[in-house]
T-cell receptor, first 115, second 113 residues
Framework: DSGVTQTPKHLITATGQRVTLRCSPRSGDLSVYWYQQSLDQGLQFLIQ???????AKGNILERFSAQQFPDLHSELNLSSLELGDSALYFCASSVGMGQGYNEQFFGPGTRLTVL | AQSVTQLGSHVSVSEGALVLLRCNYSSSVPPYLFWYVQYPNQGLQLLLKYTSAATLVKGINGFEAEFKKSETSFHLTKPSAHMSDAAEYFCAVSEGSNYKLTFGKGTLLTVNP
């Protein structure tokens, strides 16, 4: 158990809908990262937050957005969903701003299925 | 820009045999390198990391990896495979000022009895 929690575990929805994925980092970790894992793209970094502020952006679509709240939990919002958005979404957390040498601890993931 | 190439999307070994999973990286600055393991229906668990200290890094579950700058490689090895090692393994690179992890495509390890 990494100490990172994600809810829900599974999500099934229809195209065009909007969903929210939730992540609670390990106690004491200030950085939260979101990754998408799909069969064709592999594991891809989406976005990072540190102590409530956006720090880095990766291959995140404009239809997707995220935020980190004062209690440090984070939410990833996916809207206007398409079939291709079906994937495993992981949240990770780390100590500090996310210096390269800091390991990231991953949650169990949310499996999103768009029908 | 940083990138990772894992040679072999699927590696199959017999129980007790040597495990060798290959990883080559590209980085414009000295990299930080990681190996993660993903068991079915689970998240990623860190096996080991290289952060410019010793070039031979020992991790959990008997795995180790050697950083070879001249070959831009960070291959993962284990002397004797166990059935419980069957999983997908991901190599990842991070650069000092670049917070994101860039992952390879992963290598699925199968261990045969």
């Amino acid at each position: 158990d990494s100490g990172v929690t994600q809810t829900p575990k599974h999500l099934i929805t229809a195209t065009g809908q909007r969903v929210t994925l939730r992540c609670s980092p390990r106690s004491g970790d200030l950085s939260v990262y979101w990754y998408q894992q799909s069969l064709d793209q592999g594991l891809q970094f989406l976005i990072q937050y540190y102590n409530g502020e956006e720090r880095a952006k990766g291959n995140i679509l404009e239809r997707f957005s995220a935020q980190q709240f004062p209690d440090l939990h984070s939410e990833l919002n996916l809207s206007s969903l398409e079939l291709g958005d079906s994937a495993l979404y992981f949240c990770a957390s780390s100590v500090g701003m996310g210096q390269g040498y800091n390991e990231q601890f991953f949650g169990p993931g949310t499996r999103l299925t768009v029908l | 820009a940083q990138s990772v190439t894992q040679l072999g999307s699927h590696v199959s070994v017999s129980e007790g045999a040597l495990v060798l999973l290959r990883c080559n990286y590209s980085s414009s600055v000295p990299p930080y390198l990681f190996w993660y393991v993903q068991y079915p229906n689970q998240g990623l668990q860190l096996l080991l990391k290289y952060t410019s200290a010793a070039t031979l890094v020992k991790g959990i579950n008997g795995f180790e990896a050697e950083f070879k700058k001249s070959e831009t490689s960070f291959h993962l090895t284990k002397p004797s495979a166990h059935m419980s090692d069957a999983a997908e393994y991901f190599c990842a690179v991070s650069e000092g000022s670049n917070y994101k992890l860039t992952f390879g495509k992963g290598t699925l390890l199968t261990v045969n009895p």
